[in-house]
């Protein structure tokens, strides 16, 4: 954890406790750069896991940019209205959207598309119309 005093980057733990409610850590520190003490309140973050329990398809990370998972793309393709081309899934997840701009995860929500959709995946369009992806298969 990093002083607020001199910025040092490492600091002792002297004490830690939860607080009352439970959810929230106490903890006592001490720079060994500028010998000043100083405390920490670190927030306990509660994961739903019940969402992966009942649809393991919501533990596979397809996009891991933005952190979206298969079953997030296959319920923003189930639902009504459901997307039919690569932006219609990009608007509602932000699945393409992070640093690879879908360099990572773009075929594999083409492959989701071409299955859910029951087509071909040749068929499948970025943004509709004629804007094909792929045109045939190489191999």
């Not at 309140?41 to 952190?67: A, S, W």
């Amino acid at each position: 954890m990093r002083c607020m005093f001199c910025g040092c980057l490492d600091s002792r733990v002297l004490d830690s406790r939860p607080t009352e409610e439970g959810s929230v850590i106490r903890r006592r520190r001490e720079c060994p750069e500028c010998g000043k003490r100083f405390t920490t309140y670190e927030i306990i973050e509660n994961l739903p896991i019940i969402v992966i329990k009942k649809d393991k398809t919501y533990g596979k990370i397809v996009c891991r940019c933005e952190t979206i998972s298969e079953g997030e793309i296959l319920e923003a393709i189930r639902v009504n209205p459901g997307a039919r081309d690569l932006d219609g899934v990009k608007r509602r997840t932000r699945s393409g959207m992070g640093r690879c701009q879908g360099g990572f995860c773009g075929s594999k929500v083409v492959e989701l598309l071409a299955r859910e959709l029951d087509v071909e995946i040749n068929e499948i369009t970025k943004f509709g119309g004629n804007s094909k992806i792929l045109y045939e298969r190489t191999k």
